[in-house]
């Protein structure tokens, strides 16, 4: 099969960088957060071997990267810019495209500076202008470099998982809370939507895309005939991801959700952006995975078909390229990842969809968030003692894809399927 669509990879800062900054994620573990108790200071200590990253990246023939940039790196202390972590990522980006590495740049992912979340970080909507002082600081800096953004990866999971069920910072449970921090990001992506656009036409560039990275299940009822389960598998639907789809693509604040600063109704988003792993079985107002089903490492159910699913909710709201700027699965072994990454192209394949770019997640095993070092997402190997990278077969399964542009099943050893 030919495979019309660019195979890129991706990364988050504070998964692959290291160092000791003081952002939200710095001491979490210190409340025993984190599986393995590890912390992300360590991670890939990417920030000082970008550079042999960039050269492995390139020697796999990958030409498409979404990585993101650490604020807490580049504005350590409100208003004040440390210049030399600017520099640096100039750098980086220089290298990325000297190496004909096209870079999509994530503004927020899933952290910020500890002065912002003292603030109320984005719990607090008088902070919107000050993450676009952000923004606006970002695109003064890299806007020359960079075409493409994603203005915040997955207000959803953030919220939620950070102001509802307790597991990322800052660890408070109130589903109204959540609900406003959704919100105030999602204002938080209109705006920054225009002021992108508005900085770089000011600069004389054009190209410029910009989308926000959406994290988007199939919520399915355990029984399909039962009419309350159907409807709690609904309602979890449009809560966790159907009302954002619609603010941030259009502007449409519909209940729960709801505005805390102008915004007319239009288009806020060039492109689709879709991160996809999952389906949750809802039983009631509980979540879970379909008994029988083929899972992961960290049990999560692998439902190829989803991807498509999704991105054809997304295109019905807005019809835009879609970009799949995460898909990937923990796979400690790396066993099944090839097989999960040709059965999610397929899935996309089979539609009509103008699916443009697939972003896998993750370049290289990383800090997963509440998992530590535990569990491994990465198409390259990191021994975290040594740093030593090494491509597994999954990487060499995706250097042929890209090599060849094409996807057979013979590509795949057929023993290590999951089912
Ligand atoms: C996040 C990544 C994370 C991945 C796997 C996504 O929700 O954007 O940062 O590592 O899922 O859990």
Known sequence: ????????????????????????????HKKGHIKDNSNPSRACDHWRRWREDIDLMAEMGIAHYRFSIE???????????????????????????????TPLMTLHHFTHPMWFEEMGGFANPENIPVFLKFVAYAIRTFGDLVEEYVTINEPNVFAVQGYYASEFPP???????????????????????????????????????????????????????STWHSTCAKTMAWLFQGALTKACLTGRFLPPMKTYTKIEPGEYSDFLGLNYYTRSTITGTKYGTKADAPIND???????????????????????????????????????????????????????????????????????????ESSRFGLVHVDYETQKRTIKDSGRFYMEMIKTQTMTPEMINIDKMWM
């Open 171 to 225: 660890g408070q449970k109130s589903a109204a809370t959540a609900i406003k921090v959704m919100s105030i990001m999602a204002c938080c992506h209109v705006k920054a939507y225009q002021l992108i656009h508005q900085m770089r036409q000011e600069m004389g560039l054009n190209g410029t895309k910009v989308g926000f990275a959406h994290h988007m299940r199939v919520f399915t009822p355990v029984k399909r005939d």
């Open 71 to 101: 604020w807490a790196r580049l504005e350590p202390e409100n208003g004040f810019y440390d210049g030399s972590a600017a520099v640096q990522y100039r750098q980086m980006i220089l290298y990325m495209k000297s190496k004909e590495i």
């Open 298 to 372: 960290l049990g999560w159910e692998i439902y190829p078909k989803g991807i498509a699913t999704c991105a054809t909710k997304l295109y019905e709201t807005l019809p835009r390229p879609i970009y799949i700027t995460e898909n990937g699965t923990c796979d400690n072994t790396d066993n099944f990842r090839s097989r999960y990454i040709y059965d999610h192209l397929l899935a996309l394949a089979k539609t009509k969809l103008p699916v443009t770019r697939y972003y896998h997640w993750c370049f290289t095993d990383n800090f997963e968030w509440c998992e530590g």
């Open 1 to 28: 099969m030919n495979l019309p669509i660019h195979l890129g990879v991706a990364s988050a800062a504070t998964q692959i960088e290291g160092g000791n900054l003081r952002h939200t994620w710095t001491d979490w």
